[in-house]
């Protein structure tokens, strides 16, 4: 048995969050300690059900935000977990949790994963980004293993030269297939009883990162679909000010609602790891339409689970405008994406990975 501390800033509302919790549970089935250390969801984002489902230690002070005062007093509490843990290994997750546990002088090895990386962050623009990436180059050979969320991703870091390649491990999400809400019951909840046209859905964080503007961009050249924003964040209400009469800006909702009503779903993100919402979308038997951002071209197989473009233009609009016309294409790509996702990104997998990389990093 081993002990593990995963550290996260904190456990908000979205893919890294199911993944840690799955991570956890699953682990914890097959005889390991699992403690998980994180701070608090800050702003707009709201704290995902699973934190509730694992074992926590709760670091006050930490966050995604940079507070260098806060920052030093959750490294200082974080160091005193350890000691006190006694783990046979850090595992963190994400850039604050990494840099925090990887400036530290363990006597334990240290394990990092990457949900995705911050070179195309746009909300590190020009030299932050440089900042970023330096200290990720300086951080690297601190960690014994890196993991990654995506074969792609590991390849761009090193491409940067963020480790070296024999470090890294690429380990994909394990998704649990949604229990949907009946159909009618979902399109009453959305209050969308009414509607007749193709539902194409987007479900994220609210934020500049996901692309939402795009939502507008999309609904305004498409009358002819009925689009569902849902999801929370800094733009939320800037989004529902903005929207069409074809646009439905729902706030937070559950998976199992929004995948119950669509007949496709979209994805506009700017910067992704391997996305777990358009995973469990291609579970209920969705095609995608994304831009080939992260490892998102992983997860959705252009052509075959849907579509993927380099850039959002008029080639995408023109391919939702196709799905919501070819009603057979949808049922075809949909009924290929729920086969694909379901052998890719099985709990099976994800766990005999996880259990792996432990069997690594204690037998050296």
């Keep these: ?41 800050q702003g707009a984002e709201i704290e995902d059900e699973v934190a509730s ?12 935000k940079v507070a260098p005062l806060k920052d030093l007093r959750a490294r200082a509490a974080l160091k005193r977990l350890i000691h006190e843990f006694k783990p046979d290994f850090v595992y963190s997750h994400t850039f604050k949790a990494g840099f925090l546990v990887r400036t530290l002088k363990l006597n334990v090895p240290v394990v990092h994963a990457f949900h995705g990386h ?23 050979p601190k960690a014994k293993y890196l993991v ?17 390649r024999e470090q890294y491990i690429s380990i994909a999400p394990g998704v649990h297939p949604l229990e ?28 500049a990162v996901k692309g939402p503007h795009r939502v507008l961009e999309l609904a305004r050249n498409i009358p002819e679909a009925r689009f569902i924003l849902a999801g929370g964040g800094d733009l939320l209400e800037e989004i529902r000010a903005n929207a069409p009469e074809n646009l439905s800006v729902l706030g937070w909702q559950e998976a199992e609602k929004v995948w119950a009503v669509a007949d ?44 993927v473009f380099d850039e959002f233009d008029e080639r995408y609009i023109e391919a939702v405008k196709r799905l919501i016309n070819e009603s057979d294409l949808r049922i075809t790509l949909g009924r290929d994406a729920k086969t694909r996702a379901g052998q890719l990104f099985s709990l099976d997998r994800f766990t005999q990975e996880h259990l792996r990389v432990i069997e690594l990093v204690l037998s050296k």
């Design 1 to 41: 048995m081993a002990k593990v501390l995963v550290v996260i800033a904190r456990i908000n509302v979205g893919g890294t969050a199911q993944y840690i919790g799955e991570l956890a549970k699953n682990l914890a089935r097959n005889g390991h300690e699992v403690l998980v250390a994180t701070g608090y969801v």
């Design 53 to 64: 489902e694992i074992p926590i230690a709760r670091i006050k002070d930490l966050g995604r």
């Design 118 to 140: 911050l070179i195309d962050e746009p909300e590190l623009a020009g030299i932050r980004v440089k900042v970023a990436m330096a200290l990720e180059r300086w951080l690297a």
């Design 148 to 164: 990654t969320v995506g074969e792609r991703v590991a390849k761009e870091l090193v491409e940067e030269g963020v480790g070296k």
């Design 180 to 207: 949907l809400w009946n159909k009618e019951d979902a399109r009453r909840a959305l209050g969308l009883e009414a509607e007749t046209r193709p539902i194409v859905a987007w479900l994220a964080r609210v934020v």
């Design 264 to 307: 496709l779903a979209i994805s506009t993100s700017e910067n992704e790891g391997m996305p777990v919402a358009l995973i469990e979308a291609q579970l209920a038997g969705l095609p995608i339409v994304a831009l080939d951002v992260g490892s998102v071209a992983e997860v959705v197989e252009d052509q075959v689970t849907g579509f």
